[in-house]
T-cell receptor, first 116, second 116 residues
Framework: AQTVTQSQPEMSVQEAETVTLSCTYDTSENNYYLFWYKQPPSRQMILVIRQEAYKQQNATENRFSVNFQKAAKSFSLKISDSQLGDTAMYFCAFMKAFSGAQKLVFGQGTRLTINP | KAGVTQTPRYLIKTRGQQVTLSCSPISGHRSVSWYQQTPGQGLQFLFEYFSETQRNKGNFPGRFSGRQFSNSRSEMNVSTLELGDSALYLC???????????????FGPGTRLLVL
């Protein structure tokens, strides 16, 4: 079974700073997908970024980028120039590839607060 | 395109009752997954439906069931409600073609269920 661990329950930074959220996972699979989702106070789960395990290049989406270390089973999220709207719970998630099933395994989440 | 919609948004029930939650996926999406989110257990996978068939199931008791209609809309039902069933129930849809490529899941706003 796969497990996802987010070791930082809470983080807080000042607006415009850069922040990195950590995520490690455990799997015996070689092909999989990793995701970061954010859940603001509205509770709507929003996709931030996605990484395919077979791709060595780290995914980026505007101010969001990941550091994917497959051998170390590490998948951290970096938020640059943080904004007040980035305040949310952030969840790291894992999905097996080629399994024919859409099942996400989530970490426990990191509560990120951006202070003005 | 309209996003994933879930109804109702809020629900209060008493122990022993049953409840039905509804999810309408993004137009063209054929896979619908359900997740339960609680403060103690975090986000847990309930089940996934594709083309009216349950394709994958999480570790929940038989009181939790679901179905999918020919238009891809899905319902989940919880019978004999317990206090511990109080949670945010999230529905997610994905295109999930019949091929092997796993598609990203897009979440609805959730249904908050309170069991008294």
């Amino acid at each position: 079974a796969q497990t996802v661990t987010q070791s930082q329950p809470e983080m807080s930074v000042q607006e415009a700073e850069t922040v990195t959220l950590s995520c490690t996972y455990d799997t015996s699979e070689n092909n999989y997908y990793l995701f970061w989702y954010k859940q603001p106070p509205s509770r709507q789960m929003i996709l931030v970024i996605r990484q395919e395990a077979y791709k060595q290049q780290n995914a980026t989406e505007n101010r969001f980028s990941v550091n994917f270390q497959k051998a170390a089973k590490s998948f951290s999220l970096k938020i640059s120039d943080s904004q007040l709207g980035d305040t949310a719970m952030y969840f790291c998630a894992f999905m097996k590839a080629f399994s024919g099933a859409q099942k996400l395994v989530f970490g426990q989440g990191t509560r990120l607060t951006i202070n003005p | 395109k309209a996003g994933v919609t879930q109804t109702p948004r809020y629900l209060i029930k008493t122990r022993g009752q049953q409840v039905t939650l509804s999810c309408s996926p993004i137009s063209g999406h054929r896979s619908v997954s359900w997740y339960q989110q609680t403060p103690g257990q975090g986000l847990q996978f309930l089940f996934e439906y594709f083309s009216e068939t349950q394709r994958n199931k999480g570790n929940f008791p038989g009181r939790f069931s679901g179905r999918q209609f020919s238009n891809s809309r899905s319902e989940m039902n919880v019978s004999t409600l317990e206090l511990g069933d109080s949670a945010l129930y999230l529905c997610a849809s994905s295109p999930s073609t019949s091929g092997v490529i796993q598609e990203t899941q897009y979440f609805g706003p959730g249904t908050r269920l309170l069991v008294l």
